[in-house]
């Protein structure tokens, strides 16, 4: 059983006053994260009523199955004048009808209509579930990537207050250098620029800090301050790309939904077919009253009849109709296959962004090891006249540069996993999460939805 981190509306208002709070706080991780944001996005909201309504929609489909019972009652004053009444002498007699009628209608035969429009809501309610699904995996997905940018722009927040504090030792030394008449002023000058130069960064680095914690504040709600290193959950991915595609083609949110709008678009195609026949019903009514239909005192009026009804002919709309509701269930299914190669395409760019940043991020790492000691190196050379001090700055530039390079590789590659995680339907099951009870697939199902005939091998027409 997995811990549920779904968090109660009041149980997350507590917890935002908590993470909120300063002093002593601790730090947020990022499953605490994404589980606040899965229980409080607007877009996930959003899903969940859309679900909601539609499945409102198929009890509205499941009523036609239904009789439907009208009751009417009318009381009034009514003269009619007319040669039957003028020749029996009552024309000038008011009548006052009262009147209570009631009417049944039960549908017996319709040859599909409604158990195709109840398998198309069944579709639609299905479809709105993978959209909860689709969505609370994506807004973990982006929870990760902006609490991986926090992470990733604190750390070059402090690469550029260490690149500052270089910079403004340099020009110390360099400032009693000038004292000592040991440098001249043009490469104090020099040093100061780059000074200034470092300062900027380091505005900038925290501009883009704040940015981050602003986008994470919009995806969940919470004032970040204090982060923590995720794991990587590189156990958690799939073991070789192919298995990946697999998993993705099988497993991802918008490729079943997807399925589930081509379900829908084919259970509109046999709702149209059967447009082309007879519509059978038993229809019951009854009324009692006085003074209706122009005659005096009570009547009592009962009926019962079988009815078929058949638009033998309307100018071809309905068969028209058909052939659009085939074609429209044929774009469903090139749009599934679109939605499909898009999601490989994805699972597939993610998997090579994971290897190629784990690369570079070993050769970085090994880069940094070197500037390291070379900054070291130049700045005694630098000290007997052996190098230039544009020489040190170069190599203090490079050594930044590769500090900010290494660190984006590093979670640009962990972001990678997620990508790929999330792709395969198994971003949330890693955290230990679980998204919304809405997500549950179950209609289709519960209405006896079988394998519809594709739409490709309907017959069809083509347009005059």
Do not use: C
């Not at 607007?42 to 499941?62: D, G, L, R, T, V």
């Not at 209570?100 to 599909?112: C, H, R």
């Not at 052939?323 to 395409?345: D, G, I, P, W």
């Amino acid at each position: 059983m997995k811990p549920n981190y779904r968090i109660a509306g009041m149980v997350s208002a507590l917890a935002l006053g908590a993470l909120a709070a300063p002093a002593g706080a601790q730090p947020v991780t990022m499953q605490n994260a994404m589980a606040v944001a899965i229980d409080s996005n607007p877009q996930i909201n959003q899903a969940e009523m859309s679900k909601e309504a539609i499945e409102f929609e198929m009890e509205q489909a499941k009523g036609l199955y239904l009789p439907r019972v009208t009751l009417e009652a009318s009381a009034g004053v009514r003269r009619l004048e007319n040669a039957t009444r003028r020749a029996l002498g009552i024309s000038n007699q008011e009548l006052y009808p009262l009147e209570a009628s009631i009417q049944a209608e039960q549908t017996l035969v319709d040859f599909g209509r409604r158990r195709g429009e109840k398998l198309r809501q069944a579709a639609r309610v299905d479809g709105a579930a993978l959209r909860v699904l689709e969505r609370s995996e994506f807004i973990a997905l982006q929870t990760a990537r902006q609490y991986l940018d926090v992470l990733l722009q604190q750390r070059v927040v402090a690469a550029a207050e260490d690149n500052l504090t270089f910079h403004n030792s340099l020009v110390s030394d360099l400032s009693n250098g000038v004292s000592a008449g040991s440098i001249s002023v043009a490469d104090l000058q020099q040093a100061q620029e780059r000074a200034e130069a470092a300062s900027v960064r380091v505005s900038e680095a925290k501009e883009a800090l704040a940015n981050a914690k602003i986008e994470l504040l919009a995806l969940t709600g919470l004032e970040v301050d204090d982060v923590q290193m995720p794991p990587p959950m590189t156990d958690q991915v799939p073991g070789s790309l192919s298995e990946a595609v697999g998993l993705t083609r099988a497993k991802h949110p918008k490729v079943l939904e997807a399925m589930a709008d081509v379900d829908a678009a084919n259970a509109d195609a046999a709702k149209a077919k059967g447009d082309f026949y007879p519509t059978i019903g038993l229809e019951l009514s009854g009324r009692v009253g006085d003074d209706i239909d122009a005659f005096r005192g009570e009547t009592n009026d009962l009926l019962g009849r079988v009815v078929m009804r058949w638009n033998i002919f309307d100018g071809g709309i309905n068969r028209a109709k058909y052939q659009e509701m085939v074609r429209r269930a044929s774009e469903a299914r090139f749009q599934m296959h679109q939605t499909t190669r898009e999601a490989e395409a994805d699972v597939r760019r993610a998997w090579n962004r994971k290897e190629t940043q784990a690369t570079v991020l070993r050769d970085l790492l090994d880069q940094s090891k070197v500037t390291d000691e070379l900054i070291i190196s130049y700045r005694e050379q630098f000290s007997v006249g052996r190098r230039s001090l544009l020489d040190v700055l170069d190599a203090q530039n490079t050594r930044f540069n590769v500090q900010v390079r290494a660190e984006t590789a590093r979670f640009s590659e962990m972001f990678a996993n997620y990508q790929v995680l999330a792709s395969t339907n198994s971003l949330l099951d890693a955290f230990n999460l679980s998204a919304p009870e809405s997500r549950r697939v179950y209609a289709r199902e519960q209405a006896g939805y079988g394998p519809p005939t594709p739409a490709e091998l309907q017959r069809r027409r083509y347009p005059r």
